[in-house]
């Protein structure tokens, strides 16, 4: 008789598409992770990176195994109890917090979380420690948007869903590359564009990527300029009549400052200004205005920007002017990079965010919040953002940070400040899964985390799809869930409500806190998760239809008034500018098969392959002039630092760009690799969303 155990429906652990895996637990403790034909995302497929999900879980030789913990810095680590560790640790946050107020500590985590963890992290600082000192590295990757969406159409809200790519007739792709970077999304525009050759493609790009391959027109953009560009094409729309009157009289405000706005710049002043032909503005505008139904996608290239948020505004205008949004086949759909980015939003997981779409701001929210909680009041200011807690930490206001689930010396912009800042940091806990986090080297606790596959939990992916994770393995040595690593050092500080039984138990908290919010999910347990596989929020308390698809259907938003607002953002310039010693921009990004800072998808081989090194992808005709040829080595510096990598030519890069995989970081004995040795730390003024995708450099041979 066959003792093997059945397999378990899960969520791939990396970009915010989601897919649906099955993770079958073998005899020996490993697993084996194939597509799940049955999810409503992929259907079963999986790109290179889900293919190879398995490795990343049966390697375990870089595991954390148990507690460590230092007794002064200086001292080596030792190997400590989980209690010991805790107590210590809460001992020193009670210093801290008793001598210098609750803003002395601070917890750093990630969209990699499922949305149990930070629930509970969230609950933790805001509700019972009494600081909003906690950020994560979606600052770095999606606030932008946030508050884009918060602008323009009242609330964080993702209107549309992937079923729109089948039914859109204009796709527009703006600094983003789906094609390596969301490829199984992409496998349903190039499905579109297969059974639909008429359906139009515009990517707004520096950088002819993969992504190009399948487009009708290519705006290769010069860095920074998006603004510009957007609201020429807003120009165009306005002037050939392509504007929805209806809905701009009806559902939307703002219409006449930004028609104003946009007709005050000539069209060939802004084609100059960006460096993309008038007549291929003239040409993308008219793809967008003839479009039954305009989808546009975006990621990192609009929001990491010091003018991030200006850009998403400028994006959703376009489909505010043409009446795109809550219908079939339309909308503006911002891909999150990471897992469960918006799970993280969901509960609030950021410094200027409460539970459900609350407002930090409103004293009725932060009190409901309180009563739910049953905690202490909630400080009404922001707490410190990624960057500012980085600074905070080395300029001494912050004493105490909790780093959970990411790798900011090798993430965060700047990246020598961020190792300046740990090393003048007077308490450091890495509570993390492997043992190639760069920030361990700073760690005065290191507390070890259970891995994918070995908890369970939730994540909501970019349309709003909660799904349920599956527990299929133990983790190895005495590694525990980040949710009860969370709790059990919340009742060791000696507060009340981290007596979860289980992660259902933390969801079902989570689920009553949204009731009578637009995000409402308090019908939903882990039981119709389990049954349906997942749902797209709301899903309200006795919802009879099965989810929601798209939100604004009835064309009414979340602003006062219920219309969605035209904003008229200047074009403004905040980026480190070109100089006859920095003459280059740098730019940024993602390569196929690796994934952020590759402490996971490093470790297998076959990943690799594709890329093996990395690289400076530089145009043949600025290699020419600096005397470099293909792989030759190149030292890149900007103002903060250098990397030398090899030189990549390329004609697909306008000249005068050049970009730099995100990836490596220490993990190769040298940091010289790093492109954050290089980034630069301007911030938007609003979402404090860093400027990765603009700095500027200067490339010699080396
Ligand atoms: Fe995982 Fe994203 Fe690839 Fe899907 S597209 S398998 S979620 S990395």
Redesign the pocket.
Known sequence: MSTKTPALPSI?C??G???GVLVEPLPNGDVAVVGNPDYPV?LGA??S??LNLQYTVNDRSDRLLYPQMRYSKGRPLQRVGWDEALQRTAAVFQTFIAKYGPDSVAFYASGQCLTEEYYVINKLIKGFIGSNNIDTNSRLCMSSAVVGYKMALGEDSVPGCYDDAALADCFLVAGANPAWC???LWRRVEARKAAHPAAKLIVIDPRATDTCALADLHLQLIPGTDVVLLQALARVLIENGDVDADFLAHHAEGYEAYRALVLARPLAEAAALCGVPEEDIRLAAHYIGSAKAFLSMWTMGLNQSAVGVDKNLCLLNLHLLTGQIGKPGAGPFSLTGQPNAMGGREVGGLSNLLPAHRTLANPAHRAEVQQFWGSGPLAATPGYTATEMFEALEDGRLKAIWILCTNPVTSLPNARQAEAALAKARFVVVQEVSNRSEALAYADVVLPAAGWAEKEGTMTNSERRIGHLARATAPPGEALPDSEIICRFARAMGFPGFDFANAEAIYLEHARLTAGTSIDISGLTYSILKERGSVQWPYRAGQAAPDTARLFTDRQFHTPSKKAVLHAPPAAFRSEAPDDEFPFILTNGRIRDQWHTMTRTGKVSKLNQHSPRAYLEIHPRDAAALGVAEGGLVRVASRRGEVRVAARLSAGIRPGVVFLPIHWGKLLGSDLNRANNLTSDAVDPVSKEPDFKFCAVQVAKY
């Open positions: 791939c990396y970009c598409v989601g897919c992929n999986l790109c990176k889900g969301h490829p199984i």
